[in-house]
């Protein structure tokens, strides 16, 4: 059966030089990088080299790069210590942002009354940015702006320069879910002024478990895992050296790469919305995933145009197929309530039909792209799987 991977938001394939360290490093570097001897020195060595290396990538000091084990530590050591330990009394954020996000914000909501403001969104699910500085205007509390730069479900992109220009003229800080976009987009933080980010190695082809957040200097956050020093006292616990190594090289080949590879993943792109609006009459795209220019090029959020009775089984039987997409995020897998972002930003009427979200690396080829668009041309023709 043909193997068609087409959910890379959801997570990505390591890189054979990736792989290749990660085992290097596992061989022989196996010392703790607390420890003064030799062999802790060794790793200690390799972790530091690691964050040096990342913060270069991101034009940052390695200070201010604090490893963590994925995007969602990240975002909850950037949002609640920021509530703890920064006086923030007021979170601005918006209903369509990852649940590492809009759990965390819902946690400080209940448990110690922070204020929660929601931006409006537009009919396309992108920040209304008039109703972010009116938000901005309203109150003299602490606040906190948490926006994720790219949308994991349907690939809107936020202004993030002009957001943290917002920002910093009305003194509220700013924290930016970027896992969807660093090693996929140049991110100058000497230029954009944002407060704090989270990213994730394995949405950039590197290792899952490991991922990284930036904290700007001078933002005295504390510690919210307790024990041991490491992380420069942000984050207690053994690093996690042979992954935190797998992800430098995985962002080191992302961005050697990312010309060449972006293009060809747009062109995909294209030629997929293209191949689908050819063969499929009355699809629709979801977000401002078919706008090249409003949204990341690495994917499609789209709805097939089927009988109600068949949109249980699409994706099911797209799985029967070799074909591996989503209804939405990894994190909502086994929910019968549907996108919830989805569900934020469109009518019933809208959200009659079955939601797919394909993405793109590139290792995705155009025979995969036309066996995936002829597989939903004749499930929407007949609710039936392709024959051979």
């Given amino acids: 059966m043909k193997q068609v991977y087409l959910d890379n938001a959801a997570t990505t394939c390591l890189r054979p030089e990736v792989i290749h360290v990660i085992t290097e490093t596992l061989q022989n570097c196996y010392g703790n990088p607390s420890s003064s001897h030799a062999f802790g020195r060794s790793a200690k060595t390799k972790v530091e080299q690691a964050r040096k290396l990342i913060a270069k990538h991101l034009n940052v000091s390695p200070g201010e790069i604090i490893f963590t084990s994925g995007g969602t530590e990240a975002d909850n050591l950037i949002i609640h210590n920021a509530v703890r330990d920064l006086g923030v009394q007021r979170i601005i954020t918006s209903k369509i942002e990852h649940h590492a996000v809009l759990n965390a914000v819902e946690f400080l909501e209940s448990t110690l009354k922070v204020k929660v403001d929601f931006v409006q969104l537009d009919e396309n699910g992108s920040v209304d940015l008039a109703h972010l500085e009116q938000l901005l205007n309203q109150s003299g509390l602490k606040t906190l702006v948490s926006l994720m730069h790219i949308n994991n479900e349907i690939g809107n992109i936020l202004p993030l320069q002009q957001v943290a220009e917002l920002c910093k003229i009305h003194n509220?800080?700013?924290?930016?879910?970027?896992?969807?976009?660093?090693?996929?987009?140049?991110?100058?933080?000497?230029?954009?002024?944002?407060?704090?980010?989270?990213?994730?190695?394995?949405?950039?082809?590197?290792?899952?478990?490991?991922?990284?957040?930036?904290?700007?200097?001078?933002?005295?956050?504390?510690?919210?895992?307790?024990?041991?020093?490491?992380?420069?006292?942000?984050?207690?616990?053994?690093?996690?050296?042979?992954?935190?190594?797998?992800?430098?090289?995985?962002?080191?080949?992302?961005?050697?790469?990312?010309?060449?590879?972006?293009?060809?993943?747009?062109?995909?792109?294209?030629?997929?919305?293209?191949?689908?609006?050819?063969?499929?009459?009355?699809?629709?795209?979801?977000?401002?995933?078919?706008?090249?220019?409003?949204?990341?090029?690495?994917?499609?959020?789209?709805?097939?145009?089927?009988?109600p009775e068949q949109a249980n089984l699409m994706l099911f039987q797209l799985d029967l197929k070799g074909i591996a997409c989503s209804k939405g995020s990894a994190c909502q897998s086994g929910s019968d309530q549907g996108s919830f972002v989805l569900n934020e930003i469109y009518d019933a009427e809208r959200l009659k039909n079955p939601n797919l979200r394909f993405s793109f690396s590139h290792h995705t080829t155009i025979e995969e792209l036309d066996y995936v668009v002829d597989t939903l041309a004749e499930f929407a023709k007949t609710g039936k799987l392709l024959t051979h």
């Fill in 172 to 307: 509220a800080l700013l924290h930016s879910d970027t896992v969807q976009s660093v090693g996929h987009y140049p991110l100058n933080l000497q230029e954009i002024p944002v407060d704090f980010i989270a990213a994730s190695a394995h949405k950039f082809h590197g290792p899952k478990g490991v991922g990284f957040a930036f904290i700007r200097k001078g933002l005295p956050l504390k510690a919210m895992i307790h024990g041991g020093a490491q992380e420069r006292g942000f984050r207690a616990g053994t690093e996690n050296v042979q992954n935190i190594v797998g992800m430098e090289k995985a962002l080191e080949l992302a961005y050697a790469n990312l010309e060449a590879e972006s293009t060809k993943i747009l062109n995909l792109k294209k030629y997929f919305i293209e191949a689908l609006q050819h063969k499929i009459p009355g699809i629709q795209f979801n977000g401002n995933s078919a706008k090249l220019d409003a949204s990341t090029y690495t994917l499609v959020n789209l709805s097939v145009p089927v009988k």
